[in-house]
């Protein structure tokens, strides 16, 4: 497919500059996802299965040389991505979707190349390839992946064509260790009765030790959440949680809106460093 723009400024709380250069994902998640159901609003995709089957855009790189040329001084940062995934997992092969990973390193280089640093946030894993090249790239670029729980059961069910958790962390924590800045979105965060784990966060807390920020946020668009009878109690618990998380390891925390402690934690999760 082709598009006759990538660059846009999203409207996102902690968004900025973004490029969505691929249409659709494979991970299917089904919180629901909300690009989908803005997909499907707009008429770009028509059925759950359409979006599943995601299509780059031809024509992204001259896109973005013609409007880094004609507007990149006013930019100083892109996130990849908010309506998609930029290493997309494969389900059957287990690994990467070579040609976005591809796509994606492509434009991180060009940005870069044009003093504009980057944010990523992915589902799917880092490949080794990439974790390698990023030593090579601006050392203000961002990595981040979305993960909201520890359970494979948890993943199967809501996150079904996503990497295997293990995977996503593993791959971040290697980018950390690199010297690379670091981040996870947790968010959206379930209820006990969609995930038991979700009642105590210790240990996801535990697993993104590592990472320099995080944002946190309830999960919204599901009757299964308004059901739960202590939802806003056990929001305002796994908050507090993430607000000592933050100030004892000096960690950067952004909590959305409508999410307890919003008002006491707000940070530009773009912004490079701490």
């Known amino acids: 497919m082709k598009r006759k723009s990538l660059l ?10 973004t490029i969505n250069h691929v249409q659709g994902c494979s991970h ?4 629901p996802c909300y690009a989908m159901s803005l997909a499907k609003r707009t008429g ?4 759950y299965e359409d979006w599943c089957q995601p299509e780059v855009v031809e024509n992204a790189l001259d896109l973005l040389d013609d409007e880094l040329r004609r507007f990149g001084n006013k930019i100083d940062s892109v996130h990849l991505c908010f309506t998609t995934d930029p290493f ?9 979707i070579a040609e976005i990973a591809d796509l994606s390193t492509r434009i991180i280089e060009r940005l870069n190349s044009a003093g504009i640093r980057v944010t990523t946030l992915t589902k799917g894993v880092y490949p080794d390839a990439f974790i390698e090249k990023a030593r090579t790239l601006s050392r203000e670029n961002q990595y ?9 059961e948890f993943r199967q069910k809501w996150e079904p064509g ?4 293990g995977l996503r962390l593993q791959s971040l924590q290697r980018l950390a260790e690199s010297g690379a800045h670091t981040w996870v979105s947790v968010e959206p965060y379930p209820t006990p009765n969609i995930d ?10 535990d697993a993104i030790t590592f990472v320099d920020k995080a944002v946190f946020g309830r999960w ?3 009757r299964l959440v308004n059901s739960y009878a202590d939802a806003d109690a056990h929001y305002l618990s796994a908050a507090e949680a993430f607000a000592a998380w933050s100030t004892d390891g000096g960690k950067v925390l952004h909590i959305k809106r409508g999410t307890p402690l919003a008002d006491l934690y707000t940070a530009d999760l773009l912004a490079v460093g701490k």
């Open 196 to 205: 038991a784990t979700a009642s105590n966060p210790a240990e996801l807390l």
């Open 162 to 165: 996503s990497a295997p958790v």
């Open 220 to 222: 919204n668009y599901n």
């Open 28 to 31: 299917g998640c089904k919180y």
């Open 44 to 47: 770009r995709v028509k059925t």
């Open 88 to 96: 997309m997992w494969d389900v059957a092969q287990q690994e990467p």
């Open 8 to 17: 846009y400024r999203s409207k996102v709380e902690y968004g900025g500059w």
């Open 144 to 152: 981040g992946v979305s993960i909201v729980s520890l359970s494979e």
